[in-house]
């Protein structure tokens, strides 16, 4: 199956600080990614879609200025976090999509094995 | 919009025993239905998909799931548990336009 990294795996930084985590699409293109964000013990929601070239699109609460997305390949998806405090704390996991398909058929996405934002 | 509901966020059995995680989804337009499974700090692998076609699907490790459309559920089934079975499943589900909507999970513990 497609592979997915992430990098870091793990991150402790001090408030104010920012932090970017790369997404990236090993052995194939992916023209769209996902960034989601899981609190302990919860369930994975998602934070944005992220397509090549163009804007992220942002869940509902999510602070686009907050969580900057950028894709700029179609190999790498990165998210910082901007003046992150305590409560950014969690684990954040990003999927790449398998292009082609089509509009009767599903693109599968693969996910990454997460990174775990630790900040102080 | 849709969602998922899992009943049960802790079940236990014992080794050898049936495994059984229940999953209801709304969706109104026909679902793409997944269960991931979670160990302990990593991501999510793909157990099974249902998209279209055969409504029992079989997936990795020994796991398949029943879509039934009229019960509105794809609950997921091993015959004999294991060890190793220990961790979080995720039932989701997705529209065409691809973003999964997850379940907040069950956790599954192996008794000896």
């Given at each position: 199956g497609a592979v997915v990294s992430q990098h870091p795996s793990w991150v402790i930084c001090k408030s104010g600080t920012s932090v970017k985590i790369e997404c990236r699409s090993l052995d194939f293109q992916a023209t769209t990614m996902f960034w989601y964000r899981q609190f302990p013990k919860q369930s994975l929601m998602l934070m944005a879609t992220s397509n090549e070239g163009s804007k992220a699109t942002y869940e509902q609460g999510v602070e686009k200025d907050k969580f900057l997305i950028n894709h700029?390949?179609?190999?790498l998806s990165t998210l910082t976090v901007t003046s992150?405090?305590?409560?950014?704390?969690s684990f954040y996991i990003c999927s790449a999509r398998v292009p082609g398909g089509g509009l009767q058929s599903y693109n599968e996405q693969f996910f990454g094995p997460g990174t775990r934002l630790t900040v102080l | 919009a849709q969602s998922v509901t899992q009943l049960g966020s802790h079940v236990s059995v014992s080794e050898g025993a049936l495994v059984l995680l229940r999953c209801n989804y709304s969706s109104s337009v026909p679902p793409y239905l997944f269960w991931y499974v979670q160990y302990p700090n990593q991501g999510l692998q793909l157990l099974l998909k249902y998209t279209t076609?055969?409504?029992l699907v079989k997936g990795i490790n020994g796991f398949e799931a029943e879509f039934k459309k009229s019960e509105t559920s794809f609950h997921l089934t091993k015959p004999s548990a294991h060890m190793s079975d220990a961790a979080e499943y995720f039932c989701a589900v997705s529209d065409r336009d691809d973003k999964i909507i997850f379940g907040k999970g069950t956790r599954l513990h192996i008794l000896p």
């Open positions: 700029a390949s179609l190999t992150a405090h305590p409560e950014d704390s | 076609g055969a409504t």
